[in-house]
């Protein structure tokens, strides 16, 4: 007998694919580390590398996800805000895009959607400003916000699945649990 599970479907058939079990990815994070320490190597010996403080913020975010450890959402705000500081956000997205992540990680929702509002003045093509301020506007509440921010992305970027969790989030929000 055949047993499977067709996802989001009706009744399973002896059509569909057995998949294997899922397995848990281990991160990399000898890896990761090793990033980190080469990355901190390089802000002491330049400390005008604007690049690689933004690079060592996302790096640290990405390590917070991995811990849970409040420690490195400071380290990813202390290195934004020297990417920022050595050069200005007009000219450095990816430094203010960091920073606005990292204020959304902090659950500084404020911050992060005045921070992702001037993200999508300076780059109104991108879609990393749409989505922080949808998720900073949902979790202050300010739901028509929200909505027209998630309007933006979905015209830039319609199918992706950060926009599709968002449009769900969003329509779970109003009590729209069906397609």
């Known amino acids: ?12 058939t002896a059509a569909d694919p057995v998949l294997p079990p899922a ?23 330049n400390p005008d590398d604007f690049i690689a403080y933004t690079k060592l913020a996302g790096y640290y975010l990405q390590r917070q996800r991995e811990t849970g450890s409040y420690e490195y959402l400071a380290l990813a705000g202390r290195s934004a805000h020297a990417s920022l500081t050595i050069l200005p956000a007009e000219q450095n997205y990816s430094g203010l895009a960091m ?21 999508t003045r300076l780059a109104p093509s991108k879609n990393i400003g749409f989505e922080i ?3 900073a506007l949902l979790e202050l509440g300010e739901y028509d916000g929200a909505r027209r921010a998630l309007d933006r992305l979905q015209n830039l970027a319609d199918k992706t699945m950060s926009t599709q969790i968002r449009l769900g989030k969003y329509a779970l929000l109003h009590g729209r649990t069906r397609d």
Do not use: N
């Open 1 to 12: 007998v055949l047993i499977c599970i067709g996802y989001g479907r009706g009744e399973a």
């Open 23 to 45: 397995t848990l990815l281990v991160p990399d994070t000898d890896q990761v580390i090793a990033t980190i320490r080469s990355l901190e190597e390089k802000v002491k010996q």
């Open 99 to 119: 920073l606005a992540q990292t204020e959304q990680a902090l659950h500084h929702f404020a911050a992060a959607r005045d921070y992702a509002m001037q993200l």
């Open 133 to 135: 301020l949808t998720d």
